[in-house]
Structures are given as C-alpha cells and as structure tokens.
C-alpha cells in the first residue's frame, strides 16, 4: 500500500519530533548541573528522613513542657522510657543518643595537658586531610563533567546519524512517490 507524499511528510515529522524530544530527555538526564541537583534532593531527603526518625518525639516533649511545671517534670519522669521506645530496633538512633551523651559529659570534664597536646598533633593533620578531599572533589566533579560531556557527544552523534537516516527515508520515500506518479 503506497503513501502519499503529505503522509509521507507527516510521518517524517512525527519522527523529528520524537527524535528532538529523546535527545532533549536525554540531555536533561545527564546534564551535570541536573545530576547535582537529583542528588541533592536525594541526600536532603534521606537526612530529612533520618532527623525525623531520631527526633520525630521531640516536638510531643516541648507541648508537654509548655503545659506548665507538672509537664516539665512528667516529661523528665517518662523521657528515658520514651527514649527506649523510639530508640528499640534502632540502633542509628541508640548510636546518635550514645555519641551525643558523651560529647556532653566531654565537654563538662576539663582538657588535660595529655589532650591538649593531641589536639595539636591532629590539627596538622586534618587541615592536610581536608585538602586532600577537597581535591579528590574536584578530580572527582572533573570525570563527572567530562564522562557527561562524552555522553552527550555520543548521543548528539547519535542523534546526528538517525536525522540523517530519516532524511535519506524520506528522499528514498519521495522518490517512489515521483517514480508511481
């Protein structure tokens, strides 16, 4: 069954829009401005996650306590059994409670000489370490930027050939149609 030429032409068409609209779905995928962006999201939403997780009680704490002094000492009263029933099965939150206690009692103890000698050992240390992830960072965003550059050459190339196959379907198409007239 023959097509004619405005068939033709609308099929041509539709493939061109189609082509244009992968290519542009494409390039929004692997654009590493977008890449950063969803990963962001992903990150934010997964430490949203876990503060509420860990902290979702709290604010049931604070309209206790702003309910006057029997809140306050109700809430101090059931605080270690609330603790253990938000925290069982949790041992995220069992940690965060363990490091967060100790940093507490840390602070309140005073700095030994022992410490405070450590403390200048490590500092040399960590400023060469800090350096060293920020330019691991930079390589890092570096391979990111040039692998989606390659990608997006090999698609523009790829997007390239099949125009180009639809035109020469189109110049083939059109040709039988002036051979059948």
């Excluded at 949203?48 to 006057?68: A, D, F, H, P, Q």
């Excluded at 700095?111 to 370490?129: D, I, L, N, P």
């Excluded at 550059?149 to 020469?168: F, P």
Aim: proline share 2%; net charge negative; aromatic share 2%.
């Amino acid at each position: 069954m023959a097509q004619t030429a405005a068939e033709l032409r609308r099929d041509m068409e539709r493939r061109r829009d189609a082509i244009g609209d992968t290519i542009d779905q494409i390039e929004n995928r692997i654009s590493p401005g977008h890449v950063m962006a969803r990963g962001k999201f992903r990150m934010q939403s997964q430490v949203t996650r876990w503060k509420e997780n860990v902290m979702g009680e709290l604010e049931e704490y604070g309209e206790t306590i702003s309910g006057g002094a029997e809140g306050v000492s109700e809430s101090i009263r059931q605080a270690p059994r609330a603790i253990e029933r938000r925290t069982r099965g949790n041992p995220l939150a069992v940690g965060l409670i363990a490091v967060g206690a100790g940093a507490l009692i840390a602070s309140l103890l005073p700095e030994t000489q022992q410490e405070r000698r450590m403390a200048r050992k490590v500092e040399s240390h960590v400023g060469a370490a800090a350096s060293e992830v920020e330019q691991a960072g930079r390589e890092m965003a570096e391979d990111v930027k040039q692998s989606a550059s390659e990608s997006m050459e090999r698609v523009k190339d790829s997007a390239r050939e099949e125009s180009q196959k639809a035109k020469e379907e189109a110049r083939h198409a059109g040709e039988r149609i002036r051979e059948g007239s």
